[in-house]
């Protein structure tokens, strides 16, 4: 990432800092939240832009967390241990 240029939030006119945010998700209900993960933050209004490379990674992982809540949605056998 290219820390020369730092990106520019046109509505409050001002530079975003790079700093801790946290990355949320949500689809068909669930709600996936991961704390400090580094952002492109407006100071004004704590919106957000993360890296594409940050969110491509992120991706996977937040599929998987998401089908493991859908998986834990649905009935299972009492365990007869």
């Known amino acids: 990432m290219?820390?020369?240029t730092v990106p520019f939030c046109g509505k409050?006119?001002?530079s975003r800092e790079w700093r801790p945010t946290v990355y949320q998700y949500d689809e068909d209900g669930v709600s996936v939240e991961l704390p400090n993960i580094h952002a492109w933050v407006c100071p004004a209004d704590?919106?957000?832009y993360f890296a594409p490379e940050t969110v491509d990674?992120?991706?996977d992982t937040v599929r998987e967390l998401i089908e493991s809540a859908k998986h834990?949605?649905?009935p299972h056998p009492e365990s007869t241990d």
């Open 46 to 48: 704590g919106e957000a």
């Open 2 to 4: 290219d820390y020369e």
């Open 57 to 59: 990674k992120l991706s």
């Open 12 to 14: 409050h006119r001002m």
């Open 72 to 74: 834990s949605r649905e």
